[in-house]
């Protein structure tokens, strides 16, 4: 039978602006476009899913806006369960600021808005909500008592735990890093948290290796760009590559990878498996504009797979 997926964090409205460079500090410059997108990392990794699988639901908090409103509709069209979601009276809908140039490189300010009241008390409050579902995905745009403790009631219930280490803070607690079964950073996180280079795949290798061996990961899957997603276990690493195309967006490429990766852990599939339908996920969403606009169909990944 098919898992259950939970996704606990983030839902902004992004504001993406398109310029040809990114600007200088004390610089002025013109934008080309402006758009609205819903976004957030956990939204992005709870739509992904949706839009790849189903039995996804998703767990997090929203003001009473207008764009909280758009941002759970959102979801709701891809087949996610937005149920659980908690409306913060009087709190803004988080909000992220994404500047796009055209390599389709990206920078993002993120002010956390509702984001910010899902503390450890409106997880406890979903505790069973935890306990119906099979893989629990989280990030860190939501308190990390918050992350805390849904780490710790996910595996009290037997729960596989995800941890998408973004944005990445200067250190994680050993407690939690032990509980976590798939750490997905990306080299830059992978870097910042293990204070190794990843400049190179070896590098990455190393890196995670040292996470796996002196704070107890379960598994590091840290996503590498254009070389697709390495892999690296107490039993050994390797990289799977993904297909080379032209980058038009970056944003939520992440997000996307781990939406294909969890579908494919629910479905029964192998690890390998589950990986390259990330991969292939991925793929397809570079070469589209904004967050959850550029996810694609199930149909479309499994034509390109």
Known sequence: MEQRILVIGSLNMDMVVNVEQMPLRGETIMGKSLAYVPGGKGANQACAAGKL???????????DDANGSILRDSLSAAGVDVSPLVVCPGVPTGLAVITVDSTGGNSIIVIAGANGQCGPEVIRAHEQLIADHDI????????????????????AHGKTVVLNPAPAPDSLPDE???????????ETELAKLSGMSTDTVEQAEEAAGMLIREKGVGAVLATMGSAGALLVTKEGAQLIPTKKVQAVDTTAAGDTFHGGFVTGLAEGRSLMDAIRMGN?????????????????TREEVDALL
């Open 280 to 296: 292939t996920a991925a793929t397809i969403s570079v070469t589209r504009k904004g967050a959850q606009t550029s996810i694609p």
């Open 136 to 155: 629990i995905v989280l990030q860190l745009e939501i308190p990390m008592e918050a992350v805390m403790e849904a780490v710790r009631l996910a595996k």
């Open 53 to 63: 699988g189903k039995n996804v639901a998703m767990l997090g908090c929203i003001g």
């Open 176 to 186: 939690l890093l032990r509980s976590v079964d798939y750490f997905t950073p990306n």
